[in-house]
């Protein structure tokens, strides 16, 4: 399977998270935050397993490359989720997660698309079997943007359908300004001293904590 079909893959699990937002608004805060903190601890579970045994309880599959060494992105999503849950209105709760999943998810698959895409001109063009691929590479170059273009018009579009269609009460302002924290952290890598931050973590956590903030 090319590396495109296995971040689809991936990505179309990580929408799942979107299941949060009715599960939030019919069942409110205390049965969201029993789900939220079970299946968060259950993660941890799965990654104490994989730490104690060095086995991938996960086919490597669902896995990206620094997950199956490290630490997998759905214990990161779920602390971020707990957080949200537990600390945040249920209007920042949901811009957090919807961020975080929807809009994180396109991001990375159309990311994955544009990197294989990449690749695929670079090795016809050192095998010498398409001449006009020299053009596409700087086409290419400027598709860069568009995976955060995408995150925040697919975030924004999201939230203000729910917004309309179930009231809400999202202050639509605020969405603006979160959904742009949450596209601007997801386009930059988090770093503190040697320690990558988990975009699962910053991007929902952030951008709910910006939406609460502001509100």
């Known amino acids: 399977m090319r590396s495109f079909e296995k971040e689809l893959l991936r990505k179309l699990i990580h929408f799942l998270g979107v299941f949060y937002i009715p599960l939030y608004m019919y069942g409110g805060k ?11 601890v259950f993660s941890g579970f799965i990654e104490l397993i994989r730490k104690l045994t060095g086995r991938n309880v996960f086919p490597e599959l669902f896995l990206n490359p620094y997950e199956i060494g490290g630490i997998g992105a759905h214990l ?41 895409k990449r690749r695929d001109i670079t090795s016809e063009n050192h095998d010498g079997e398409r001449s006009e691929g020299r053009l596409l590479p700087s086409a290419l170059t400027n598709l860069q943007k568009l995976p955060s273009v995408a ?32 596209t601007l952290i997801e386009s930059r890598t988090v770093k503190i001293k040697n320690f990558y931050i988990n975009d699962n973590l910053t991007v929902p956590l952030l951008s709910g904590m910006f939406y609460q903030a502001l509100s």
């Open 30 to 40: 205390e049965v969201t935050l029993t789900v939220v903190v079970t299946l968060t």
């Open 76 to 116: 990161y999503f779920g602390i971020s989720t707990s957080v949200l849950t537990l600390f945040m209105s249920m209007e920042a709760a949901i811009t957090g997660v919807l961020v975080g999943c929807a809009g994180d998810g396109i991001a990375g698959i159309l990311k994955a698309y544009i990197a294989e």
């Open 151 to 182: 995150m925040f018009v697919l975030s924004f579009s999201a939230l203000l359908s729910l917004n309309v269609l179930f009231s809400l009460s999202l202050d639509m302002r605020v969405v603006f300004i979160s959904c742009i924290v949450g």
